[in-house]
């Protein structure tokens, strides 16, 4: 350099290759999940310590026992590490009742559980809710539901190739009411709980109010993930409606009578229940569902025998479920 002249050498700014830093699959999940629920669904977003103490943990109806002790707890309160979202939720949802009658709120953090190995190599992400409104103060019925109705949009506006389904439980979380409270899969996958608290465990905590839970698995959400989003093209040609109504089994469930409908052609594109009765008219333990079934085909008109011949082959698929199609479905 000095031989050849410092002067002569041009000045250039090094070439420094600069990339975005690519945000991993769990973080983008996260980042949806607060999306769709706080700015769509109207929950408030909370943070709680990641611990519970005896008293709240007994008054859920779980054991003190089955949680890791902290050597040096911040509060007496605050002695053991959570292995559920919901009982710290449940406390919030007391202190913030006497200022607002309706309220919902979630949590995206993790829990723990007791193993021998330690106490963080089998921590799990958990999306835990709540949700309580005023209107439920006499009758319990809507707050499943409004529950129900929540995941569903939730889960609408999330890249899970399969179907969300709500089966009972097999088995009811300690907080969980009897009856009104659903276990959440996708495909064969059990992903979480949903359904209303029990009112032993709201009068424990001095909740004077109907409240609705849900609890989802987030690492089990990732799994089922679809790696790439999918697109199909917007419906061209014209679709054919379906009303079929059909007699069952009081403890049928929907979901089965659904999946039978979906499995019976690719030109069934939509299934909406409308219609629920339970009736001297049907005979005692049996119920009338009826469904909307929509009929298309994406790549043409559906034809007069192609409409008659898979309206024919869901009734046949019913029927050979079990399900007896009412006459005059049309």
Known sequence: ???????????????????????????????????????????????????????????????????????????????????????????????????????????????????????????????????????????????????????????????FAERLRFRPATAVPSWGHPGRTAQLFLGEQAIGTVGQVHPQVTENLGIKAIVGFFDLDVDALLACQSAEASFEKVQRYPTVPFDISMICDAKALIADVEDTIWNVDDKVKAVELFDVYVGDNIGPGKKSLAFKITFAASDHTLQPDEITDVQQRTMQALDNAGYKVRDGAA
């Open 1 to 159: 350099g000095r031989v050849y002249g410092y002067d002569n050498i041009e000045a250039v700014a090094p070439h420094i290759p600069v990339q975005p830093v690519e945000v991993s699959p769990m973080h983008r999940l996260q980042r949806r999940l607060r999306e769709v629920l706080s700015r769509d669904l109207a929950f408030y977003e909370v943070y709680n310590y990641a611990f519970v103490g005896d008293a709240l943990l007994t008054a859920v109806g779980l054991d003190p026992k089955d949680h890791i002790a902290l050597a040096n707890p911040l509060a007496s309160d605050q002695n053991r590490m959570r292995t559920s979202l919901i009982p710290n939720l449940l406390k919030i949802t007391g202190e913030n009742l006497r200022f607002q009658k309706d309220f919902q709120c979630y949590e995206l953090e993790r829990t723990f559980a007791k193993v021998a190995q330690g106490p963080f190599e089998h921590d799990r992400l958990a999306l835990a809710g709540i949700m309580t409104q005023k209107a439920w103060s006499k009758h319990s019925e809507p707050c499943f539901y409004a529950l129900k109705g929540a995941i569903e949009d939730l889960f609408a506006q999330l890249p």
